[in-house]
């Protein structure tokens, strides 16, 4: 249901020749209007706190069931549900519920979702990047560059390389375009890299955080950062 007024003009196949001057007034959300993703995850949302699940503090979009000694995850990204579990048997009945109610579709084991390829083995799970990258590549014709170490020539981090070069996209120089180069350059000659997670391993997540002072040369501001380390044994 939707909480605002929204009008649409009258659509074909269903113009009413008296009142062609009139509008229609929408009672239910569609698909691409504005409101139609916070419609849809507070219909969700609501289901799934009847259904037994707690939603994320921190991530809303996270919702987490226990039944006994058992956990299954449900993550939502818009209208794509992934979901997983220490039992089998709680994601066969969650696809259940969810089909009780909604009109679903599964598509098996994960292996792709926002530009992330995930490979499942009974080993554990390897995360990478490597078919986006190769897009943007050879969308930019770097496919075929010349290979580089790190993403910078000082700091071999490619998040905090992005986030600094990001900084200067609304009014780039010459010296920002080559940075970039640099950073693609870099992907090129790190393309199969990626996170494994081994399977039945002790993990110990340890967290950094600090900031400078007026470290920026151009406004003098200052940056915080952070960094997290997984400890696998």
């Not at 003009?9 to 269903?14: L, M, R």
């Not at 419609?39 to 226990?66: E, M, Q």
């Not at 956990?71 to 579990?85: K, W």
Request: aromatic share 12%; proline share 4%.
């Amino acid at each position: 249901e939707l909480k605002e007024e929204v009008y649409v003009s009258q659509p074909e196949g269903f113009v009413d020749p008296d009142r062609l001057n009139h509008v229609y007034r929408l009672k239910k959300a569609l698909y691409g209007l504005k409101q139609a993703l916070r419609a849809w995850y507070d219909t969700l949302s609501r289901f799934l706190l009847a259904n037994g699940f707690s939603k994320g503090v921190v991530d809303p979009t996270l919702f987490i069931r226990k039944t006994g000694k058992h956990t299954l995850h449900v993550q939502i990204y818009v209208d794509d549900i992934i979901f997983a579990s220490t039992d089998p048997r709680e994601c066969d009945g969650f696809f259940k519920e969810m089909s009780s109610k909604f009109q679903v579709s599964m598509m098996g084991q994960m292996s792709f979702f926002l530009g992330l390829q995930v490979s499942q083995n009974p080993r554990g799970i390897f995360i990478n990047q490597s078919r986006y990258a190769n897009e943007i590549l050879k969308k930019y014709d770097f496919h075929k560059s010349n290979l580089v170490d790190t993403p910078m020539v000082e700091r071999p981090d490619l998040v905090f390389t992005v986030c600094m070069c990001t900084r200067y996209q609304s009014k780039p120089t010459k010296k920002h375009l080559e940075a970039v180069k640099r950073v693609f350059r870099y992907l090129q000659g790190t393309i199969n890299m990626g996170l494994w997670y081994p399977k039945d391993t002790a993990m110990a997540l340890t967290a950094y955080a600090d900031a400078d002072h007026a470290g920026c040369q151009d406004t003098r501001r200052s940056a915080s950062g952070s960094a997290q380390f997984l400890v696998i044994s």
